[in-house]
């Protein structure tokens, strides 16, 4: 048993438009392949063509339809590009793990920094900038030069998780 990511993508025969909607493998579907054949233990040769990967390319064009249609239902924009256009890809999925935690990592990450600038998680750039030199200058070293140590030292701490919030953010 063996479990794949399918992925899709627009085609060299794409439309401008189709080609900027879809221009990056986009993971659409899960496939699990599984051999239902004799006995693996004795017989190298059949271990061998019992191979998940062998059965791929065949399930992923037998299915290909039901894939186009997960991608469209979970983005609706994607159902203007036309499905001639349209590759398929595979990838294990125990390979594809570490890129989905990097990606949920990386979502974790920016909603922690919007929070600590005090914005909410539809912020564009400017409104990311404007927060952090708002912040920044109330917390700078220099502006707290004159508070009592314990709540200097706060207002240091709070300076470094504004810059780092910051450069998690782009900036």
Known sequence: ???????????????????????????????????????????????????????????????????????????????????????????????????LEEVKEHKTGRSAALQTLGLPKTAVPQDIKAAHRKRIVKLHPDMTADLPEEERKEADAEFKRVQAAYETLGG
Do not use: H, Y
Request: charged share 20%; with cysteine; proline share 10%.
């Open 1 to 99: 048993f063996k479990e794949f990511v399918i992925s899709v993508r627009a085609g060299s025969g794409a439309s401008p438009s189709a080609a900027t909607q879809l221009c990056d493998w986009v993971p659409t579907a899960c496939l699990a392949v599984e051999w239902t054949g004799p006995p693996l233990d004795d017989n190298p040769l059949i271990q061998g063509m019992a191979d998940p990967s062998l059965a791929l390319p065949a399930a992923v064009k037998k299915l290909r339809r039901e894939v186009w249609e997960s991608a469209c239902q979970a983005a609706p924009s994607l159902s203007k590009v036309p499905r001639t256009v349209v590759e398929f890809a595979a990838e294990p999925l125990d390979n594809f793990g570490a890129i």
